[in-house]
């Protein structure tokens, strides 16, 4: 039921945590945890602990708590709630944690990949009417249920509403049909390995692709793993609404991002890069920089409507906000949303096929 009211009606996770009286313990280490203990602290929620799984505690620490197994914390404490402070697509680990919620309530508060917003439940009712723009946008069923429960998900931080819309990558690809002649965008390229996909979808008949990747080791895989493909041009920068330089940070894996505190790269626009030239498909993960990535290519995507795949997990309204922002620019697309098997609700794509 996608209504006002019933979003109204859930409670979310914050209110939750903040009113639990069971003890409060964080599963895992590393940069969710440390995000999620600071908002504890902004909120005033109590956590109790820190418990990893079994192959990881070897008697250490983290931001003052000794590190437990999940075991040993049932041991000790009984009926506890759980707080996700990892992302995993891994089965086993998936699997791990739904035995988890099995025996103990399991929040996972929606937090911000990129930026410092965390999804909020009032702001997001403050932005119904666009909400509900957005929905109205999508064009199948299973688009629709998504981002119902998607937006269940972000509220209430239950995993049952993720299990719910949860789609294999088989089925995504069925909505994007490639023809031999594709003209391929790839803003994100990371290591090449979306374009390398689409080499293979293809059988190597594509017309040419263009990549851009701002982080420096990312590029240079990139450059080794597509060196053997011919048509193929390579850009180390970052994808943005125009061609300027920005900081960029975060090392070499799928984390980097737009950041003050990062080193200079160079940034491209898309119709920059193009020159008017045709483009085909456009693929945007840009880790929080695609609304800006999407505003670069705008005469692009006016003058050619190309397919278009972008990212919808890194900042938290770009469920809402990106949709609306492309059906601006050019009338005529069928929109789909569908969200692979993550936990949290990262790996949530959009996928725009004109209607020519």
Request: charged fraction near 30%; include cysteine.
């Amino acid at each position: 039921m996608f209504s006002k009211e019933y979003f109204q009606s859930l409670e979310s996770s914050w209110d939750r945590l903040k009113t639990c009286e069971k003890p409060i313990f964080i599963y895992g280490m590393g940069d969710g945890a440390e995000k999620l203990l600071d908002e504890f602290d902004r909120l005033g929620i109590k956590c109790t602990g820190v418990f990893a799984s079994d192959d990881f505690v070897r008697g250490q620490s983290f931001r003052g708590f000794k590190v437990q197994t999940f075991s040993q914390v049932q041991a000790q404490f009984g009926n506890i709630t759980v707080v996700l402070g990892f992302g995993t697509s891994l089965p086993e680990i998936m699997e791990r944690i739904d035995n988890i919620e099995k025996s103990c309530e399991v929040i996972v508060p929606e937090m911000c990949v990129a930026g410092d917003e965390n999804f909020s439940k009032e702001k997001l009712l403050s932005m119904y009417s666009q909400a509900e723009k957005a929905y109205r946008l999508f064009d199948d069923d299973i688009s629709k249920l998504t981002f119902e429960k998607l937006t269940a998900y972000k509220i209430t931080g239950k995993l049952s509403y993720l299990r719910e819309i949860f789609t294999d990558k088989d089925k995504i690809t069925e909505i994007l049909p490639l023809g031999e002649n594709e003209i391929y965008c790839d803003l994100g390229a990371y290591t090449g390995d979306t374009a390398a996909e689409l080499i293979s979808r293809t059988g190597g008949k594509y017309e040419r692709i263009y990549a851009l990747e701002p982080e420096r080791k990312n590029f240079q895989k990139c450059l080794k793993n597509l060196k053997a493909n011919d048509n193929i041009s390579l850009y180390n920068a970052a994808a943005w609404s125009i061609d300027t330089e920005l900081y960029f940070a975060g090392g070499a894996g799928r984390q980097g991002r737009v950041d003050a505190a990062g080193k200079k790269v160079r940034a491209r626009s898309l119709d920059s890069v193009l020159a008017g030239k045709k483009c085909t498909y456009i693929k945007y993960d840009v880790e929080g920089a695609d609304l800006e990535a999407i505003k670069g290519s705008e005469y692009t995507i006016s003058r050619y409507a190309p397919k278009i795949c972008s990212a919808l997990y890194h900042r938290p309204y770009d469920y809402i906000t990106l949709p609306l922002y492309i059906n601006s620019l050019c009338k005529g697309y069928k929109f789909y949303i569908r969200q692979e098997r993550y936990y949290p609700a990262w790996e949530t794509n959009l996928f725009c096929v004109h209607d020519k």
